[in-house]
């Protein structure tokens, strides 16, 4: 298994420019999830998907969309960026119920001008 | 969700054993303990968790006092690779996971 997958590792973007953060994951798991981590500080969850057709907005979901199409992707949209949105994002993904652990993608730095 | 207040940075010598403490006064009777990492700039890696029972894996192992108001991580035998944030997180096994990071304990291992 792969895992978590996340894509593009890097990148740059200018005010007001849009862009998709692809997240993937081989394991069929239910529940996947996007975070984002500021430098110094922890992760606060973004939106997250409990299964294919259903998402929902977690703490700070402002300035981004997502979608659920399957199991396997979860995209997050930034619709226009602004360099507030300078962060390293994470994509999350596991089973529902129980006590399973979350696994984490390697994350994608993004950075705003 | 339980708030959990953990020390901002810790030492440990490698090969010592590295004790990391949590604190969680509020956690509820269906709340559990998770431990995760985060080595730098990775994705936070699980390592353990635990209801009530003291618990032990490949990893660590975690202590959690009777009254499940605190808790113990230990890394019986540190090694430089163990320099990381570690996570200490009270949730709930029921419904969608989120997890609710805060800043963590900083671990450095020294030669």
């Known amino acids: 298994n792969a895992g978590v997958t996340q894509t593009p590792k890097f990148q740059v973007l200018k005010t007001g420019q849009s862009m998709t953060l692809q997240c993937a994951q081989d394991?069929?798991?239910?529940?996947m999830s996007w975070y984002r981590q500021d430098p110094g500080m922890g992760l606060r969850l973004i939106h997250y998907?409990?299964?294919?057709?259903?998402?929902d907005q977690g703490e700070v979901p402002n300035g981004y969309n997502v979608s659920r199409s399957t199991t396997e992707d979860f995209p997050l949209r930034l619709l226009s960026a602004a360099p507030s949105q300078t962060s390293v994002y994470f994509c999350?993904?596991?089973?529902?119920?129980?006590?399973?652990?979350?696994?984490f993608g390697p994350g994608t730095r993004l950075t705003v001008l | 969700d339980a708030k959990t207040t953990q020390p901002t940075s810790m030492d440990c010598a490698e090969g010592r054993a590295a004790n990391l403490p949590c604190n969680h006064s509020?956690?509820?009777?269906?709340?559990?303990v998770y431990w995760y990492r985060q080595i730098h700039s990775q994705g936070p890696q699980y390592i353990i968790h635990?209801?009530?029972n003291n618990e032990t894996n490949e990893m660590a192992s975690l202590i959690i006092t009777e009254d499940r108001k605190s808790s113990t991580l230990i890394l019986p035998h540190a090694t430089l690779r163990d320099t990381a944030v570690y996570y200490c997180?009270?949730?709930?096994?029921?419904?969608?996971?989120?997890?609710?990071f805060g800043t963590g304990t900083r671990l450095l291992v020294s030669p």
């Open positions: 999350a993904s596991m089973n529902s119920g129980g006590t399973d652990t979350q696994y």
């Open positions: 394991m069929n798991h239910e529940y």
């Open positions: 998907s409990v299964g294919a057709g259903i998402t």
């Open positions: 509020t956690i509820s009777g269906n709340e559990y």
């Open positions: 635990g209801l009530k």
């Open positions: 997180i009270v949730r709930r096994n029921t419904g969608f996971q989120k997890l609710v």
